[in-house]
Each structure stands twice: as structure tokens, then as C-alpha cells.
């Protein structure tokens, strides 16, 4: 069963604007991480943030994690067409054999 | 080589059929997984792979049955699969166990008729 869940699920906005979706999950976590998936695709890693970091940054995205409230969001900046695509979280947890478990997931949309 | 690679990109087959899903990488990673996306959903998990022992998804039909020829292949031998079954098979790999980065191939589109 999945174990994050995003909002919004889908999301519409203009080049040049930021974005932030936002990730909820439900156990302990050794890590979060988020991927990105152009149309159908493979996932690519953006971005790990760990159990023990509370923001992290790489070029235009931020992350922060907020483990009391099971949370994440992450931040594009600048948007740009080219960042259109789903956007995942997923979650790492520190025992057992499928221990990646993925979000709803987020649909961007970034209009020129 | 920094990637994951799936053959083939497509595939079509009917429901009497057996077919294969290639996966390989060669990042001497030591965990890859094979997982199933159906539209607008997040990837399932099907199998893991981690350090050769195989870790199965008990809800997967036996009708899906990964195999492992060495630490840089695996494969998804299909066999009597139905059309629920079309999805993107996608593969990925990471470093050590399942909780770290996971590297992903681009895909196999499956269509069973």
C-alpha cells in the first residue's frame, strides 16, 4: 500500500512562477525523496532529504521535511515549460525489503 | 555508463503468450526492482533484488516471474497475462537497499489484447 500522499493533485501555472506541492505520510522515515516523470517515462531522481535534515536545496528546488507533522513539500522556482510533469514523492524507511514507498504524485503544468 | 536500460520500449501480446522484459545497468548497483505504473498512478512495487536474495510483492500474480542472471540483469518473464495487465513496466536500480536512491530505466509499455 502507498504510503505518501500529495497535494494538490494537479497543478496549473504560469512560466516564471514558483511552485510547491506537498507530500504527507504516515510511519518513520529514514528519507524522502522526490521524482520527476515526464509523460510516460521513467522516474529520475531530484532530490534525497533525510530524516535528519529539515531543508535542502538543488538549483531551483528546495525541500524541506518536517518529521512531527509526516510532511514535505517541495519548492520550484523560476518555473520554466520544460518543468511540466508529475512529481513524486517517495519515502525511504529504515527496515524491511520494500522500503520505497511512493506518493499520489503531483501533476505540474507550466504554461509559456 | 550512468543508466538503466529496458527492452523493448514496446509490447503488444495476447494472453497465450510468453514474452520477456530485459532489464541492465552497469553502475554495480546491487539492488534493482521491477515495478508497474498504470496511468496517472504512482509506480507499484512488483519484485526487489537486494544483495541476490529476491523479495516478492505477495500480491503479484504468478503469472509475472522475475529472474536474475547476475548482479547487472534481470528480467520479467510473462506468461497467460490479461489485459488488467497493460501498464508501463518500469525497472530501477540503487546502490545498496531499497530505501536509497533508485535509478530508473525508461520503460517497457506493455498492451496485452
Redesign the interface.
Known amino acids: 500500500s ?1 504510503q505518501g500522499e500529495e497535494d494538490p493533485q494537479a497543478l496549473s501555472i504560469q512560466e516564471g512562477e514558483n511552485a510547491t506541492m506537498n507530500c504527507s505520510y504516515k510511519t518513520s522515515i ?2 524522502l ?1 522526490w ?1 520527476r516523470q515526464n509523460s ?6 531530484l532530490i ?1 532529504i533525510r530524516s535528519n535534515e529539515r531543508e535542502k536545496h538543488s538549483g531551483r528546488l528546495r525541500v524541506t521535511l518536517d518529521t512531527s507533522k509526516k510532511s514535505s513539500s517541495l519548492l520550484i522556482t523560476a518555473s520554466r515549460a520544460a518543468d511540466t510533469a508529475s512529481y ?1 514523492c517517495a519515502t ?3 527496515t524491511g ?4 514507498f ?4 503531483t ?1 505540474l503544468t507550466v504554461i509559456p | 555508463d550512468t543508466e538503466v536500460t529496458q527492452t523493448p520500449k514496446h509490447l503488444v501480446m495476447g494472453m497465450t503468450n510468453k514474452k520477456s522484459l530485459k532489464c541492465e545497468q552497469h553502475m554495480g548497483h546491487r539492488a534493482m526492482y521491477w515495478y508497474k505504473q498504470k496511468a496517472k498512478k504512482p509506480p507499484e512495487l512488483m519484485f526487489v533484488y537486494s544483495y541476490e536474495k529476491l523479495s516478492i510483492n505477495e500480491s503479484v500474480p504468478s503469472r509475472f516471474s522475475p529472474e536474475c542472471p547476475n548482479s547487472s540483469l534481470l528480467n520479467l518473464h510473462l506468461h497467460a497475462l490479461q489485459p488488467e495487465d497493460s501498464a508501463l513496466y518500469l525497472c530501477a536500480s540503487s546502490i545498496q537497499g531499497p530505501g536509497e536512491t533508485q535509478y530508473f530505466g525508461p520503460g517497457t509499455r506493455l498492451l496485452v489484447l
Open positions: 502507498q529514514n528519507n525523496q521524482y510516460g517515462r521513467g522516474l529520475v531522481h534525497l513524486f525511504g524507511l529504515q525489503a520494500n522500503n520505497l511512493f506518493g499520489t504524485g501533476r
